[in-house]
């Protein structure tokens, strides 16, 4: 790609950084910048967009008393069952369980420290 | 470390980034491309049965820590690399080596460093940077995909270095020991480089380099007939395109960024064949950006041939891929 040719197309996705990309002048590279690429932006805004939907049907099982906040604090702060189990140290099926309001009231204090530390934030719906 | 006037380099990718700054602290003056070539960290991998958050795992380069290892030992230099089994001795540990004027690099999480924009912040445990200095309860921060050095409070950094779950860095912190005794005899370096990098673009195995990009556009080609969602379609041609540019930065999944060495190559090796490879990787490269803009084409407006016309496409980006790696591989011998 020559230097002139980089897309500088203002992503939202960037807030207002600049992305280093090496391209051609006169055929030797060197350094420039892009300010952003509309089909990288599309693909970008297109998996938040599904994970903030994702997090809005959560919310809504949970205000309808379907799901725990657990459920709902787990798309909000990106998770998935995978990565949730890995970085609390609990296995996917007990975090499904976790998932159902009467057993989550249940819930000792040491595994509620295990989430509150995996969300960064005290267990309840937080929705700013 | 000279507080003031840090010499903070912008660069393409975090690790090969935080290497070349790292180097160029202590005299070695190798950037971003020929510490990313010197690596041989450029690879595909395609690896279905491991899932992100619920897309299979595609990556452009090499597993993290394998950049700064690869380079160190090819350079002959001693790294002192550390992690620690609570979060408090790993902050004591930095601020000693801060002390001691070090340059200390990190492997953090991107969720938790707080100057992140919100729809990059996802979690992945393995981002890196430097640490050049602290000032009361902040760390001076230069994160190489910024533009400008940064600053992070002691809490967030803590955080981020101690964040688990995959790859996990357990607040891993390394800084350079020692300086080489001899300066890097580069060509033969590069030469060793380019050929294990051609090994592992041509390895003999279904999800990896050359063969693993096949697989994808198989994977791609079967989009047209599978049960799966419309949804799930579009989605999954937005994960190869993000994790080609979006994650694999420096362009075009590295190749842009491999041209590069290849050009440096060409003139410090005296090979002219580097050259050309150069300007071949850069075609290829030019390729694999209109192959996302296709993608991205066909989740704007799916039709049921386009899954068809981006595999082949995909197809002869392997098929040049191939023929440059074998052309790379004999050159270099």
């Not at chain 2, 090994?199 to 007939?225: D, H, N, R, W, Y």
């Not at chain 2, 190559?265 to 803009?293: H, K, L, N, V």
């Amino acid at each position: 790609m020559e230097i002139d040719d980089i897309p500088q197309d203002n992503s939202k996705t960037y807030h207002g950084h600049q992305k280093v990309i090496y391209a051609t002048q006169n055929g030797q590279y060197q350094t420039a910048t892009s300010s952003g690429w509309q089909d990288e932006a599309f693909a970008t805004e297109q998996a938040v967009a599904e994970l903030d939907a994702q997090t809005e049907n959560a919310l809504q099982a949970v205000k309808n008393g379907e799901k725990s906040v657990i459920y709902y604090l787990m798309y909000k702060y990106r998770y998935d069952e995978t990565s949730l189990a890995q970085t609390t140290g609990l296995w996917k099926w007990q975090i499904r369980r976790h998932f159902r309001p009467e057993i989550f009231a249940k819930l000792p204090e040491k595994t509620l420290a295990k989430y509150r530390e995996a969300f960064g934030c005290k267990l309840e719906i937080n929705d700013e | 470390m000279n507080k003031a006037n840090f010499p903070h380099q912008h660069t393409a990718h975090c690790e090969s980034g935080v290497m070349s700054t790292m180097l160029k602290a202590q005299g070695i003056e190798l950037n971003e491309a020929m510490v990313f070539g010197l690596a041989h960290a450029l690879t595909f991998v395609y690896l279905p049965i491991i899932k992100i958050s619920g897309m299979p795992l595609i990556s452009y380069r090499m597993p993290p820590r394998s950049i700064i290892k690869n380079v160190c030992k090819a350079l002959g230099i001693k790294l002192k690399i550390q992690k620690f089994s609570t979060a408090l001795l790993g902050q004591q540990a930095l601020d000693q080596a801060l002390a001691e004027q070090k340059l200390v690099g990190l492997q953090t999480s991107v969720f938790w460093l707080p100057y992140f924009p919100p729809e990059m912040r996802f979690h992945f445990n393995a981002h890196n940077l430097l640490v050049y200095g602290k000032q009361q309860h902040e760390y001076l921060i230069s994160d190489p995909v910024f533009e400008s050095v940064q600053r992070c409070n002691e809490d967030d950094l803590q955080k981020a270095r101690f964040a688990k779950g995959a790859l996990a860095s357990k607040g891993l912190m390394y800084y350079l020991d020692s300086k080489p005794e001899q300066p890097p005899e580069l060509a033969t370096l590069i030469h060793q480089a380019i050929r294990k990098n051609a090994k592992q673009m041509l390895a003999p195995l279904f999800f990896v380099g050359v063969k693993g990009i096949c697989s994808v556009a198989k994977s791609i080609e079967k989009l047209a007939t599978s049960k799966k969602s419309e949804k799930y379609k579009k989605l999954y041609l937005g994960h190869i395109v993000r994790m080609q540019e979006e994650i694999g930065t420096g362009g075009a999944g590295f190749r842009y960024l491999y041209a590069y060495f290849l050009e440096q190559a060409a003139d410090i090796c005296q090979q002219p064949a580097y050259q050309q490879a150069s300007e071949q990787m850069t075609a290829i490269g030019d390729q694999w950006r209109q192959f996302a803009s296709l993608c991205v084409k066909q989740c704007r407006k799916p039709t049921e041939q386009g899954y068809g016309e981006i595999a082949v496409f995909l197809r002869k980006i392997a098929e040049q891929e191939e023929l440059l790696w074998r052309s790379l591989k004999n050159v270099s011998n």
